[in-house]
């Protein structure tokens, strides 16, 4: 079993940076690969970042490329999202989320496993 608890999110500018964290409990944190995810309002739950299980490779979304950087620290079992250069279009519910055995390019794929587990989200509002 493993819980997934998100922090870090708020009300930012255009152009403005922001860290996520998702801080995991439970055994074999290492042994899961971890995204991120957002759903704005009145659209589909999309993938954002994944990062392996096994090792440090990533994986992100076109539209997040080069401004939003996933990382995980094993020894604080916690996944981290660093967004910089932000836009209103990033503007949502962001959710981390754990796969078991998964690698960062299947992440996406694998979001709707019965045995994911999901954090309860926070908001990310880019706004001037």
């Known amino acids: 079993q493993v819980q997934l608890v998100e922090s870090g999110g708020g009300l930012v500018q255009p152009g403005d940076s922001l860290r996520l964290s998702c801080a995991a409990s439970?055994?074999?944190?290492?042994?899961?690969?971890l995204g991120w995810f957002r759903q704005a309002p009145g659209k589909e739950r999309e993938f954002v970042a994944g990062?392996?299980?096994?090792?440090?490779?990533?994986h992100y979304a076109d539209s997040v490329k080069g401004r939003f950087t996933i990382s995980r620290v094993n020894a604080k079992n916690t996944v981290y999202l660093q967004m910089n250069s932000l836009k209103p279009e990033d503007t949502a519910v962001y959710y981390c989320a754990a796969s078991y055995l998964t690698f960062a390019q299947d992440m996406g794929d694998a979001s709707n496993r019965e045995d994911n587990y999901w954090g309860q989200g926070t908001q990310v509002t880019v706004s001037s």
């Open positions: 990062i392996s299980w096994s090792d440090d490779n990533t």
């Open positions: 439970g055994r074999a944190f290492r042994h899961y690969g």
